[in-house]
């Protein structure tokens, strides 16, 4: 009989991390009776071929199991595309590779952060609508070329004129990327997630939609109540407070 040893122990403990965040992804997507099903028919497969060696179910199972995986990778591609987003720019990563990479240290990587909040504050007083996405580790390149290069320092001046009523640019989003202001007037992705409340409109749509392709934080400004959201790792943070849209922004940054 062969022994339960630590590789066994590992094998085991990967699966359970693949199922938690494949739940996860199905939570999050609102496929949850999916996940249940998809997990249901993986235990019939594997009791199927793998304990009980049934030859000819085995075999039909392991069809369907070849044109499932691609059926599930077509349908949840966007939730897909999250998962190795995240994994690709998770905290972890960022600091190791900060140990073999270092940057710059003569620059304060932080000093972007509060013209960003003033001129977030002063919208908000004037119910100035705004859409403003901070690059995380994920280039932002593809939809700066949607838009207006500005490639200017950051300051709040030069934010609330790009997102004045009369302003031509004021439509689209600004990007922020090394420090500066690259690109305004731009296309984002639009999210179509079903949780997103309906009285939000196209800006809090478009961030969440570019929280969901990238890792980037997105910043909006409601031209309707003046209430500022964050969207941020697929998630949508409405009405925070200037001291959460620091912490907001510093995590674009890790």
Not at 22 to 41: P, T, W
Not at 125 to 145: C, P, R
Request: glycine share 6%; proline share 2%.
């Amino acid at each position: 009989m062969e022994q339960f040893g630590i590789k066994d122990a590992l094998d085991i403990l990967l699966v359970a991390v693949l199922l938690f965040y494949l739940y996860r992804m199905m939570k999050e997507s609102g496929s949850l009776n999916i996940f249940i099903g998809v997990l249901a028919f993986i235990i019939v497969w594997v009791v199927a071929s793998e304990i009980l060696e049934m030859r000819l179910i085995g075999t039909i199972l392991d069809k369907f199991m070849n044109i499932g995986l691609i059926i599930f990778v077509i349908l949840f591609q966007e939730p897909i595309k999250r998962f190795l987003v995240d994994l690709g720019s998770h905290r972890r990563w960022r600091y190791l590779r900060s140990k073999f990479f270092k940057r710059d240290q003569s620059v304060d990587s932080h000093a972007w952060i509060m013209p960003i909040v003033y001129a977030c504050m002063s919208m908000s007083k004037s119910k100035t609508g705004a859409l403003i996405v901070v690059q995380g580790s994920n280039s932002l390149a593809k939809y700066e070329k949607l838009g207006d290069i500005i490639n200017a320092d950051i300051n709040s001046r030069l934010i609330e004129n790009i997102f004045f009523k009369n302003s031509p640019l004021h439509d689209g989003a600004m990007i922020i990327a090394d420090n500066k202001v690259v690109a305004a007037g731009c296309v984002l992705p639009v999210s179509h997630d079903a949780s997103v409340p309906k009285h939000l409109g196209l800006r809090h749509r478009s961030a969440l939609g570019v929280s969901q392709a990238t890792d980037a934080v997105a910043v909006v400004v409601s031209e309707e109540t003046g209430n500022i959201s964050v969207a941020k790792g697929g998630k949508l943070y409405i009405r925070i407070s200037t001291t959460d849209l620091e912490h907001h922004l510093a995590s674009a940054i890790g």
